[in-house]
């Protein structure tokens, strides 16, 4: 049994992990921090918890985690704040998996000028694993700090890895479109989510800029061998939860559907969450579960992928419970299905 913290446990992101991490037979839910609830009950913030999770929330204090003998700690905090909490973590030698962006860009000059402040923890963010487990497992076994995937990169990357591993697309034709559930916009109130200005309404934002597209670069650029220029393009659907991103890429030569589909069953046998449909995927195929669902077609010479997962599952806590899974040598679905 290792015991478990979750730091930031007032959000949506941390009551989706602490759902999950109840009906893991490995883990112990020992210490929840939030500096604005610290003193109250679990139950009075999320009230779904209630007689379920006995800690109250407290301050974060990397020395008391360490004193409790917490063996992995979950950072569900804000870019930029969860710099702060990782150092110290590191330090007492605790292992994390940072749920921000703090850690994601492996380059620190990107960082500063998708996040708008510079990055001051180079050291740890070398040292840093991406956790993607499809891509990275062997690396995230081993790694004391990982930093968990973005929600729409996932779809991306997880979407178009088998074209680019085997060098099938043009790498400058990339096109990403995707949809998302509100509560991708986290807890936080405000107006662009607030319940008379998204429902009944659809919605593209952050165009040509948004944060997520240097992530998904680099990865497929990392899967690929060469750089990889992507136009990211997300929406916003009223509705609470789910993604959906169709992905549209150029192939360097005439290929047939079922080909295209051989190829995706090939590379994620044994991949125990991504499933490859025949069928085309819908957002409620993957509510609550970990599995990111995906489909290929061939229109016009033209390659359509259509990859869909839940945002605070797959999308955040699930995948951070499934790299948990690697790094402490458990059965790999254990706890998410």
């Given at each position: 049994?290792?015991?478990?913290?979750?730091?930031?446990?007032?959000?949506?992101?941390?009551?989706e992990l602490m759902t999950i991490l109840l009906r893991h037979p490995r883990v112990e839910?020992?210490?929840?921090?939030?500096?604005?609830?610290?003193g109250q009950s679990i139950g009075r913030v999320h009230p779904s918890l209630l007689q379920?999770?006995?800690?109250?929330?407290?301050?974060?204090?990397?020395?008391?985690?360490?004193?409790?003998?917490?063996?992995?700690?979950?950072?569900?905090?804000?870019?930029?704040?969860?710099?702060?909490?990782?150092?110290?973590?590191?330090?007492?030698?605790?292992?994390?998996?940072?749920?921000?962006?703090?850690?994601?860009?492996?380059?620190?000059?990107?960082?500063?000028?998708?996040?708008?402040?510079?990055?001051?923890?180079?050291?740890?963010?070398?040292?840093?694993?991406?956790?993607?487990?499809?891509?990275?497992?062997?690396?995230?076994?081993?790694?004391?700090?990982?930093?968990?995937?973005?929600?729409?990169?996932?779809?991306a990357i997880l979407g178009l890895a088998p074209l680019l591993k085997h060098g099938l697309?043009?790498?400058?034709?990339?096109?990403?479109?995707?949809?998302?559930?509100?509560?991708?916009?986290?807890?936080?109130?405000?107006?662009?989510?607030?319940?008379?200005?998204?429902?009944?309404?659809?919605?593209?934002?952050?165009?040509?800029?948004?944060?997520?597209?240097?992530?998904?670069?680099?990865?497929?650029?990392?899967?690929?061998?060469?750089?990889?220029?992507?136009?990211?393009?997300?929406?916003?659907?009223?509705?609470?939860?789910?993604?959906?991103?169709?992905?549209?890429?150029?192939?360097?030569?005439?290929?047939?559907?079922?080909?295209?589909?051989?190829?995706?069953?090939?590379?994620?046998?044994?991949?125990?969450?991504?499933?490859?449909?025949?069928?085309?995927?819908?957002?409620?195929?993957?509510?609550?579960?970990?599995?990111?669902?995906?489909?290929?077609?061939?229109?016009?010479?033209?390659?359509?992928?259509?990859?869909?997962?839940?945002?605070?599952?797959?999308?955040?806590?699930?995948?951070?419970?499934?790299?948990?899974?690697?790094?402490?040598?458990?059965?790999?679905?254990?706890?998410?299905?």
């Open positions: 049994m290792i015991k478990a913290a979750i730091l930031g446990g007032s959000g949506y992101t941390a009551l839910i020992a210490a929840i921090t939030s500096r604005s609830e610290a379920r999770v006995d800690v109250v929330f407290e301050e974060f204090d990397a020395a008391e985690l360490k004193r409790k003998q917490i063996d992995i700690a979950f950072g569900c905090l804000p870019h930029g704040a969860s710099i702060e909490a990782v150092k110290p973590l590191l330090e007492a030698g605790i292992r994390t998996i940072d749920l921000s962006a703090d850690y994601r860009l492996t380059d620190p000059e990107q960082y500063a000028a998708w996040y708008e402040h510079p990055h001051t923890d180079t050291a740890n963010l070398a040292r840093a694993v991406y956790g993607l487990p499809e891509v990275y497992a062997q690396r995230i076994r081993t790694a004391t700090l990982v930093a968990n995937p973005g929600c729409y990169p996932q779809t697309i043009d790498p400058e034709s990339v096109i990403v479109d995707s949809k998302s559930g509100v509560s991708g916009a986290g807890r936080t109130p405000k107006l662009s989510t607030h319940f008379p200005e998204c429902n009944e309404s659809f919605a593209a934002y952050s165009v040509g800029k948004h944060r997520h597209t240097p992530e998904i670069e680099q990865v497929l650029g990392d899967i690929a061998g060469t750089p990889v220029n992507v136009i990211f393009t997300p929406h916003l659907v009223p509705m609470d939860r789910g993604i959906f991103s169709t992905i549209y890429a150029m192939p360097k030569q005439a290929v047939g559907e079922r080909e295209v589909m051989d190829l995706y069953r090939a590379y994620y046998a044994g991949k125990p969450f991504v499933r490859v449909r025949e069928g085309l995927p819908a957002t409620k195929d993957t509510l609550r579960t970990n599995y990111l669902d995906i489909a290929v077609r061939v229109v016009r010479d033209r390659i359509v992928v259509l990859a869909c997962e839940d945002n605070l599952t797959r999308g955040a806590s699930g995948v951070a419970v499934q790299n948990m899974n690697l790094m402490f040598g458990f059965d790999e679905t254990e706890g998410l299905r």
